[in-house]
């Protein structure tokens, strides 16, 4: 018989730590006012498994930490990643819904961090745009053709799923 606490806190730290390898690979678009974090497309696995809600929040603060980020994006990134990972993980009965809540998440409150923490210039509606635009490409797009990919695997990858 496994383990469900080890078992839990081991994908959790896969699923982080493949967030954090994620945002290194592609820090040119991971970091901007014009951005797309396709680590962010890991917010579509609380479809498959509680683990990633810590998972992915996680990965988003040691990210934010390495890369020497403002105090302000340490704190409420990673909290726009947790409410959109929580989210998704309570509309998983419909996987069509489940990259809504990190989008959501994202662009209502990382225009704030990009304005307030950063100093960017820009309108927070047109910041509002422009995060919205790279959540849509990394969890709507991405992450959904992540979701059907691991979907047919979901029973070999993910075993702690409730």
């Not at 945002?23 to 579509?44: D, N, Y």
């Not at 950063?118 to 992540?146: N, R």
Request: aromatic share 12%; charged share 10%; proline share 7%.
């Amino acid at each position: 018989m496994r383990n469900k606490k080890v078992l839990f806190m081991t994908e959790a730290a896969i699923i982080a730590a493949i967030y954090v390898v994620l945002v290194f690979a592609f820090a040119p678009i991971s970091f901007s006012a014009i951005q797309a974090r396709i680590a962010e497309a890991l917010t579509i696995l609380p479809f498959f498994t509680p683990a990633a809600i810590p998972g992915v929040t996680i990965g988003c603060l040691l990210s934010n930490l390495l890369t020497g980020a403002d105090i302000l994006d340490v704190i409420f990134g990673p909290m726009a990643t947790l409410l959109g990972a929580i989210g998704s993980y309570l509309l998983r009965k419909n996987k069509f819904l489940v990259p809504l809540p990190p989008i959501i998440a994202n662009t209502l409150i990382v225009p704030w961090i990009l304005r307030y923490a950063y100093g960017v210039p820009d309108a927070i509606p047109f910041l509002m745009l422009t995060v919205g635009i790279g959540e849509v490409i990394a969890c709507g797009i991405l992450g959904m053709i992540l979701l059907f990919a691991l979907d047919k695997y979901k029973h070999i990858i993910f075993h702690y799923n409730k």
